[in-house]
């Protein structure tokens, strides 16, 4: 089972608590360790997090400043959730991100690269156009065949995705997984991130296990 989840509303959730702006992103952050859970009790095989756009780097200075130093903290948490036989990936333009955070990404991912239990993708610098569209590239230098197959696994999250989860009332997908989502459910929550718990979380995912997949059958 592949979940996406559109992690939305941090900026809204401290609007809404009169914190500071920026502090509703450490929040927001604190569920991803929820997530690594929930999904290692469930036996989720990979969840991908829309973690940060390639549009997101037109945000203000000062809030992508914080968000990059944010991302430093918390790879450098996840270093320590190896011996949870967690493979993290990192999907997206990593070339659009400075030197320190992309070595930290290539750690990450050569560290845990034989874990196993559960593939977690960051998809930063993120846009789901510009992935396909590198796919169909990629499959015209190899002199490739534009099949289903081929564009798959040159995507940067290369499986169709089961059920995408979206927060704070949103009722888009902005971009995320457009290929990959092709016969995903979908599960749409007022919350803002910050606010969709662990608990929340199974109750989700326990909801899509009722639901009757028919994929166009």
Avoid at 15 to 31: F, M, T, Y
Avoid at 111 to 138: A, H, P, R, V, W
Wanted: proline letters at 1%; glycine letters at 6%.
């Amino acid at each position: 089972m592949h979940i996406g989840i559109i992690m939305d509303g941090n900026r809204r959730f401290a609007k809404r608590s009169l914190i500071n702006p920026l502090h509703g992103h450490i929040e927001g952050a604190k569920r991803i360790q929820d997530v690594i859970e929930v999904g290692l009790e469930k036996g989720i095989n990979e969840i991908s997090l829309y973690t940060f756009s390639t549009k997101n780097f037109d945000r203000d200075k000062k809030e992508v400043d914080f968000l990059m130093d944010l991302f430093k903290k918390k790879f450098d948490e996840l270093k320590k959730e190896e011996s949870k036989d967690v493979r993290f990936i990192f999907a997206g333009r990593k070339e659009l991100f400075d030197k320190d955070i992309r070595n930290m990404m290539f750690e990450l991912e050569d560290k845990t690269k034989d874990n196993s239990k559960l593939k977690l993708n960051f998809c930063m610098g993120y846009d789901g156009q510009e992935e396909l569209l590198n796919s169909i590239n990629i499959c015209k230098e190899k002199g490739l065949d534009i099949s289903h197959e081929n564009i798959m696994s040159n995507l940067w999250v290369k499986t169709p995705v089961d059920l995408i989860i979206r927060t704070s009332g949103e009722h888009r997908l902005s971009g995320f997984l457009l290929y990959q989502s092709s016969y995903a459910e979908f599960f749409f929550s007022d919350l803002m991130w910050p606010e969709f718990t662990k608990e929340k979380f199974v109750r989700v995912i326990d909801d899509f296990s009722s639901r009757d997949r028919r994929f166009g059958k």
